[in-house]
């Protein structure tokens, strides 16, 4: 009995051992051996973005371009503009005509308190013989012409004064041309002589004082001087006080002046 039992003991430790080992041979078979790591592949540079296709240009439409646009309203702001403008321009004209109307009152201003502090009276005075007469005179005082006169009147065989007026201080140069002509009742080839006389005289302007020059035609020489030369012409300078009287006194001598810018 003994030995039966342990037989049997026996033959089922044998059939779960064998239970056993085919449980773990199945097992063995089914997971399979994991496979080794492999490194990972270098990782490549994203390929660069193609550039946006450019957009294809608009075909040609057969809509005609007129020749002529028609003109824009002009807009309001314009006008305000230009009339802004025109206030301006009229501004600045009426500026400067003030401007020039100061320097004019200053340049008076400085004439006569500087330049009227220096007068010159000329004269004009004959003392040509009965031989000669003057048919014309022309008198220069710094280039600028101050009298002009033929002998229609007559006049150029008197005394007169030809100017009078205010000059800078200073140095001064005369310019007298003269036309003299010979003159004789008895000798008549004389009347057929003419003389062009051209003389410059410097004279200096005193400050607070008149200067009278005198111009005297006159006839020099003698018998034994020929005609040709006989015409000429002196100077005579005098200086004066300035003072209302001695110019009172100066220009009462046969005063021509109004007709020296003829």
């Known amino acids: ?60 439409t057969n809509t005609p371009t007129p020749l002529t646009r028609p003109k824009a309203p002009t807009k309001p702001t314009h006008n ?17 005509f003030t401007t020039k109307t100061r320097i004019m009152l200053l340049k008076e201003q400085i004439i006569n308190d500087t330049i009227a502090e220096a007068k010159a009276v000329i004269r004009h005075s004959n003392e040509l013989g009965a031989s000669f007469r003057v048919v014309r005179a022309l008198y220069f005082l710094d ?19 030809i100017y009078q007026g205010s000059v800078v201080p200073g140095n001064h140069i005369l310019t007298v041309e003269l036309m003299v002509q010979g003159h004789s009742p008895v000798f008549t080839y004389i009347n057929g002589y003419r003389f ?21 035609p006159y006839e020099k020489g003698g018998q034994t001087t020929s005609i040709e030369q006989r015409p000429s012409v002196k100077y005579r300078v005098q200086q004066f006080q300035l003072t209302k009287e001695s110019l009172k006194k ?6 021509r002046d109004v007709k020296r810018k003829k």
């Open 1 to 60: 009995m003994e030995l039966a039992r342990t037989c049997k003991i026996a033959a089922v430790f044998a059939v779960l051992l064998s239970l056993t080992f085919a449980t773990a041979f199945a097992a063995d078979k089914k997971a399979p051996t994991p496979a080794p790591k492999k490194d990972p592949a270098p990782k490549k540079d994203p390929a660069p973005k193609k550039a946006p296709a450019p957009t294809p240009a608009p075909a040609p």
């Open 80 to 96: 305000i503009k230009l009339k802004e403008l025109e206030e301006k321009v009229t501004t600045l004209k009426e500026q400067i």
């Open 143 to 161: 280039d600028n012409k101050i009298y002009f006169q033929d002998n229609r009147t007559r006049e150029l065989k008197d005394t007169f004064v």
């Open 196 to 216: 062009r006389i051209r003389s410059s005289f410097a004279f200096h302007a005193l400050k607070g004082r008149i200067t009278q020059l005198t111009v005297l």
């Open 250 to 255: 100066l220009s009462g001598i046969k005063n």
